[in-house]
């Protein structure tokens, strides 16, 4: 077996880095370190038909008739139970258990970072859609990158720092359908930033490979590391400037983050260091209501957001396998898989080319997403092999992240994600604050040509994807997979496990994930089948190995879901073995 990526090379070459410098059409990315089917791993390959319906899960679904909350940590779970107990709605729980990410998944999450959100209303049956992304600073041009000759965005530091828009998020959302007071909601968080909490095992598994890029700024490395390094499973882990900076918030609200002291301190210290945020730009933040998109899937309706937002990836490759009998694939696994990636592959090279901010583009989502085109995109499918990476469709127009869902007795729903975008984000840790910032700047393209182009003032490209699916217009599931470019494909994955192999919730999210990198470059999970593995290879599909010191787990998403029964209202939820999570209910 040769050697896995580097960290920097997966991230460069992986599809979300394919939307910000796309590969011209037919063009490989040189992927040399794939495992050659005689090494790939040895299982045992199941009965013909058995791998379909999925094997026992791990865990049982989780099942309750009151309210329902899932996260990817415990701790966080619980926060958000205890608020549907007390009296709390879905939004409530919501925004108590983003604050309690930020401080046990700080990795992942945080008031430096984006969120999106979609909100059902029961007693309505409205589906609303919150954009909490922030914007390019209006001090950085594309000049300054010609300037230093660089011709494609960074992967970390100041050069990539957007406006963190996921605290405007978050009182955007209680502001509209709340019910409890904003320091209600913060008091957990606040404790536990306080008096710490003990790291899980994952967590910091995920946490040793950035020992290096948080040692880069003095504040993130005082703030992150331990006696040098990632802490240890146990390691009760306290952020008392995080602490000190909720009660900032908690006092002051949108002000104290967007005009006040938190602000001032961010921009005092991106300043200092040669960065470019502004007081003028937090001044100007402001989250935006939209109207979902969506398609449907043999009778269920996936809800998507808008660009800037990735939503559309995953419309793009369910109308395409739409038209295709997945069924029929029962015996053959490996057409399967190949069917998957490859129409994965139609949909991503759309989604590189077209999604971009829409208040700087006009884009053709309407087009891209109708089930006409669909029809012309899915003839470029080849069943025998893996095809070149194709051109994006011709249209007729004019010119790390945490996800968690939670339902309440009334069966509101919200489904929420919130991120750094990288782990870590950009490294960088605005002095005495706690706080991490974004590096969602790297979201943007170089290429003056493209819709996606870095400019003043404009939201990037954006990976986070909260979604619902509606049946016979009536919500059936609030979900969603984390894990950046692997999130509209965890999307498909799950709803087409659930759909069309029958899979309870459970066996939906643990089953066996593809993800699509780049050219022909597929990263395979190492729970498929060798001889899978090894027929996928034979097609033409060159298998991703992780970068060296990260497991398969931490690259294939983390998903949580919570489904209505249709007939009795019963809630069941699952949460996802590839994080330290829990769905959990009353």
């Known amino acids: 077996m040769t050697n896995p990526l580097s960290r920097r090379e997966f991230l460069e070459i992986s599809a979300c880095a394919s939307a910000m410098t796309s590969l011209p059409p037919g063009e490989s990315p040189g992927l040399s370190r794939t495992e050659p089917a005689s090494s790939a791993a040895d299982q045992a390959a199941p009965p013909p038909d ?17 309210g329902m909350v899932a996260t990817s940590q415990p701790l966080a779970s619980q926060v958000g139970l205890e608020i549907l107990k007390r009296g709390g709605n879905a939004v409530d729980a919501a925004i108590a258990v983003a604050a309690m990410l930020n401080v046990t998944e700080p990795n992942m999450t945080g008031i430096g970072g984006d969120c999106f959100a979609m909100i059902y209303t029961a007693k309505t049956g409205k589906l609303d859609a919150l954009n909490a992304s ?63 909490f003990p790291v899980m095992e994952k967590i910091s598994a995920d946490w040793e ?53 938190i602000a001032k301190a961010i921009v005092d210290y991106c300043q200092k260091h040669g960065g470019f945020l502004s007081m003028e730009d937090f001044a100007a933040q402001k989250s935006n ?62 989604r590189n080319r077209y999604i971009a901010d829409p208040a700087f583009a006009k884009l053709p989502v309407k087009e891209l997403i109708s089930k006409e085109y669909a029809v012309k995109r899915r003839a470029l499918l080849d069943p025998k092999k893996a095809i070149d990476t194709p051109r994006y469709g011709d249209l007729n127009v004019g010119s790390d992240t945490t996800y968690f869902t939670v339902v309440d007795k009334d ?20 002095g005495e604050t706690g706080i991490i910032l974004q590096n969602r700047g790297t979201g943007f393209t170089l290429d003056p040509n493209h819709p996606n182009k870095l400019e003043p003032g404009k939201r990037p490209f954006h990976t986070l994807i909260p979604a619902m699916v509606l049946k016979d217009g009536k919500l059936l599931m609030s979900y969603g997979v984390m894990g950046g470019d692997i999130q509209a494909q965890g999307h498909t994955q799950v709803l087409v496990n659930l759909v069309d192999r029958g899979m309870n919730l459970q066996q939906a999210i643990d089953a066996p994930r593809i993800r699509y990198i780049s050219g022909k470059g597929v990263m395979l ?56 999570g829990v769905a959990i209910g009353y």
């Open 411 to 430: 069966r509101n729903a919200v489904s929420f994600i919130n991120s750094l975008f990288n782990s870590f984000g950009s490294g960088i840790v605005a």
């Open 209 to 261: 490979p950035e020992v290096g890029k948080l040692k880069q700024d003095p504040a993130a490395s005082a703030t992150f590391l331990v006696d040098g390094g990632a802490p240890k499973p146990g390691t009760l882990f306290t952020q008392k400037n995080l602490a000190r900076t909720f009660r900032t918030l908690v006092k002051g609200g949108r002000d104290a983050y967007y005009r006040g002291e």
């Open 525 to 580: 999970e190492d729970t498929l089948p060798s001889n899978v593995i090894a027929d996928l290879i034979q097609r033409g599909h060159e298998r991703v190995l992780p970068p060296e010191g990260i497991k398969h787990r931490a690259l294939m998403g983390g998903g949580q879901a919570i489904m209505i029964d249709p007939d009795t209202g019963a809630l069941s939820g699952a949460s996802d073995p590839r994080k330290d």
């Open 134 to 196: 922030g914007r390019c600073p209006r001090a950085l041009t594309m000049d300054h990158f010609a300037a230093k000759k660089i011709t494609q965005m960074p992967l970390s530091g100041m050069d990539t720092i957007t406006v963190p828009g996921a605290f405007d998020g978050w009182l955007t959302v209680l502001e509209k359908y709340g019910t409890m007071k904003f320091a209600d909601l913060m008091a957990p968080a606040i404790a536990y930033a306080e008096n710490g």
């Open 50 to 66: 058995q791998w379909f319906s999925g094997s026992m899960a791990g865990r049982s679904v989780s099942r309750a008739n009151q």
């Open 289 to 350: 209501w939209v109207e979902p998109i969506s398609t449907t899937y043999h009778g269920y309706a996936l809800h998507e957001l808008p660009p800037n937002n990735q939503g559309l990836t995953a419309l793009l490759i369910l109308n395409i396998l739409e038209g295709i009998d997945l069924k029929a694939m029962r015996s053959d696994p490996a057409l399967y898989y190949h069917t998957l990636i490859e129409a994965t592959k139609i949909a991503f090279a759309d």
